[in-house]
Structure formats: C-alpha cells, structure tokens
C-alpha cells in the first residue's frame, strides 16, 4: 500500500507520526458531544424515530421500526438527528463496536437509549470519517482501558472522548478515506458473509447426519416401521421405542446452596451450572461444593460419570453436556443417569436431534422453560446396545470432521476481521496513503 510522501511526529505515542500536511487536534475541537435537547424548536406532537439499543449495529446503520411523539420520549431518552454518530458507552455495547451514523431519521430527529454517546460534526470533520476514527483500534482499546464503573455498568465517560488525539486531514481527504473504507471493508465483509453462510451449511449438515443415524440407523438396507408417534415417522422393524423414563434410572436435577455461606463452596465436589453445558464433556467447573452442602440439601445429588444433562431454562435451553467425572448440578439443569439400556452418547447425540422440539414445548414466554415433566415424557427409539455403540462412535467421527471444517472456516472469519480492523486504523491514522483517483 502507498504511503504519503513526508511524515512528521504527533507527539502521542499511540498515534506515532502522520502525514505532513495533517492536523493533531483533540475530538473536542472537532465535534459537539452529546448535543443539547433544548435546541428542538418543534411541536410536541411531532413523530420521531425511537432507539433502543438493539436497534444500533455493528455496521453503521440503525434499524428504523419504532416512531413515537416527542412529548413521549423528549425526557429520559437521548436526543440526536440525522448526520449525527452514535456510541454506544456501556459494556459490553461499547467493546463489541455498536456505533452508526444516524441516517432516514423520522422527521430528522431520534430519541433513544441512555447508554448512547452522540457526536455531532462541525465543520472541520466528515462524519463518515469520524464514524471510522471511532471503530479504529486505537480509539477501542485506549476507549475500553478508560471505562469507568463495576462489573456491567461501566462506561465510556465523556472526557475520554473530548481528550482522544485524532490526525485530521484535509475535509477532502478525509471523504476519498471515508469512500475507500466503504468500498474494501463492503469486499471483506461480503467475504465474511459468504464465510458465515458456510458455517450455516456446516451445522445443517451437522444436524442432518445426527438426526439420520439417530432416527433412521447405519444401514439404508434396515426393513422400517411405524414407530406409532407421530413426529417420530419410521423407524427399524428392529427398533423398539421406550418412555425415557424405563430406560434410565436416574433423572433428576440440583439446587444452589446458599451464596453467603463459604462454607458449601470450599469443596472439591464439582457443580454444574447452565453456562458450563456447551455440548462438551465436562471434567472440570468454576465453583465446586462441599460435603455439608451435600448434607444440607437433600436435592443436591451426585451424578455418576456418563451422566447427560440439559439445560431446562432461559438464553441456554436446550444446551447439552457430558460428565467425566462425577458432578452436582444447579436447579437449571436436567440430568440422566444410570441407564443399562440406553448408551451415554447416542442419548447425547439423541437429545440434541430433538433440541429444536424440545425448545418449542418450552414455556414461559421472555423467559422460556422445560420441565423436567416435559422431557420425562420423551419416547425415544432404542436399537441394540451394540448398535447404539456403532452409532456414537460413526457420529462421533463424522461430527469431528465437520468441527475441524467449522475452525478452519471460523480462523479465515477471524483473518478477514483483523484485516478489517488494521485496515480502518491504517487508513484514519494516515499509515496508508488514499486517493480519491
């Protein structure tokens, strides 16, 4: 890439030297962050457009669905307009790049989250260039290492914003960046988008080779029957269908000790919780119980090795995991046990097959939920234990291979997003010469 005939030195250290002819200034001299309401001269009864936050994107766009009357929104929510640039200031929003240029505003006007910064251009700035100098690297990182507040309340304050150091070009140049940056991060994210759409027909493909040797088995020869539930269709005459509850000894769940007693929490006995099931085996978990905690709660059990558990509630229903070794478990999860009938993967393998159903039993509405009735109720499909072996061992091979397809296709989605990133701070630093020729 092309770089600019003469360089001089910022004087930031981050920022290191700039083209000659650019200008080193702070972000204050060049915005109006966070405009005032009080500038609005219009009826109350006026439609604008409303903004929640997850109507802010990661590619400079807002998504427009929801309009409401000034009078509704004009307190309690942050005002911006069209041509203005949004950043969102609160974790993790701000880490994860969510930021727009507000365009096709209702009546050219926006209320909309709290957590947003606004910044408004002056004359100096493009604010398509702003936008960029607020998605490079420098101004993330420097950004997040100033963030201030516990735990999921921190911030971005003001002051960072008005003190960030930028290299300001010509208004001119700053345009013909601007358009370059447009142009190649449009080429890389639609090479990312076709990446993604690969990932799709990976976990379809995933699913379908589950889904056919857990329902239909290894041999296309097998003679098939109606297995007599309906959304199970045939299965192998040789096949028998069982209530998952004759075929596994043991199903049942956990409970949380109380938190603040440090005594239930000093032990070695492994606990379970929802975010620990991530169709994986499990050998190890971030907070393990003791053997008065064991005493104190009756319901909290220990499950033997090969137990599969569920996750029955919230953003994780439906997850899934093996154990190793022998665990506790929290009351969110569902664990089987002990069967001699049914072998630990292919009920694994099984379970996930029936995810999407199983999820839409779910109740709850915002926060949906399966019970441990629910999945008691399960008829499953049962061949040989051999069978079942053979099974868990082909699948085991097959979605092996698709995983090591998925990493391969998930390291080129990260490669292509480094490049982005370096690309937009080499262009708005002036490391890299644009032209508008």
Not at 60 to 67: M, V
Not at 131 to 136: A, D, E, T
Not at 212 to 218: F, I, N, Q, R, S
Not at 358 to 387: A, F, V
Request: negative net charge; glycine residues 6%; charged residues 25%.
């Amino acid at each position: 890439m092309n770089r600019y005939e003469s360089y001089k030195d910022s004087g930031i250290p981050w920022l290191g030297e700039v083209p000659a002819h650019w200008e080193v200034k702070r972000l204050r001299f060049t915005v109006n962050l966070n405009p005032v309401k009080s500038e609005l001269d219009i009826p109350e009864d006026t439609l604008v457009s409303f903004i929640p936050m997850e109507a802010v994107n990661f590619d400079k766009n807002l998504t427009l669905t929801e309009e409401r009357n000034l009078d509704e929104v004009y307190k309690g929510y942050t005002y911006f307009k069209n041509g203005d640039v949004v950043l969102a200031k609160i974790t993790p929003c701000f880490e994860n790049g969510k930021s727009a240029i507000a365009q096709n505003l209702t009546n050219g006007i926006a209320f909309g989250t709290t957590e947003l910064h606004v910044l408004r251009s002056q004359n100096s700035i493009n604010n398509h260039f702003l936008y960029y100098l607020i998605k490079s690297d420098s101004f993330m990182k420097i950004g997040e290492s100033e963030m201030y507040g516990a735990g999921g309340q921190k911030r971005i304050p003001e002051e960072f914003i008005k003190n960030f150091f930028i290299g300001l070009p010509p208004y001119y140049e700053q345009t013909a960046i601007a358009h370059y940056l447009d142009t190649k991060l449009g080429e890389i994210d639609a090479l990312i988008g076709k990446q993604q759409t690969l990932l799709e027909k990976l976990a379809e493909q995933r699913t379908a080779v589950i889904t056919h040797a857990v329902t239909k088995g290894l041999n296309p020869a097998a003679p098939m029957k109606n297995s007599g539930v309906e959304w199970l269709g045939d299965v192998p005459t040789h096949w028998e269908t069982w209530k998952i509850t004759h075929a596994i000894d043991l199903i049942g769940s956990g409970t949380t000790p109380k938190s603040d007693n440090a005594e239930y929490y000093d032990g070695d006995i492994l606990w379970v919780t929802t975010s620990e099931l991530r169709e994986n085996f499990i050998s190890d978990t971030k907070q393990k119980v003791s053997d008065s905690a064991i005493k104190e709660y009756s319901a909290l059990k220990i499950y033997p090795v090969n137990s599969v558990a569920m996750a029955m509630y919230g953003a994780t229903i439906g997850r899934l995991g093996i154990l190793e070794r022998e665990a506790t478990f929290n009351q969110a999860c569902c664990v089987f046990g002990n069967s001699k009938i049914l072998h630990y993967k292919f009920l694994f393998y099984w379970l996930w097959h029936r995810k999407p159903i199983l999820i839409s039993l779910s109740n709850g509405g915002g926060q949906p939920n399966l019970s441990q009735d629910d999945l008691r109720k399960l008829k499953i499909p049962i061949p040989s234990y051999e069978e079942q072996t053979a099974i868990a061992d082909y699948l085991d091979q097959e979605t092996a291979k698709i995983d090591r397809l998925c990493d391969t296709v998930n390291q080129t989605i990260g490669r292509l997003k480094e490049c982005r990133t370096a690309l937009i701070t080499q262009a708005v630093t002036g490391k890299i010469k644009v032209t508008d020729e």
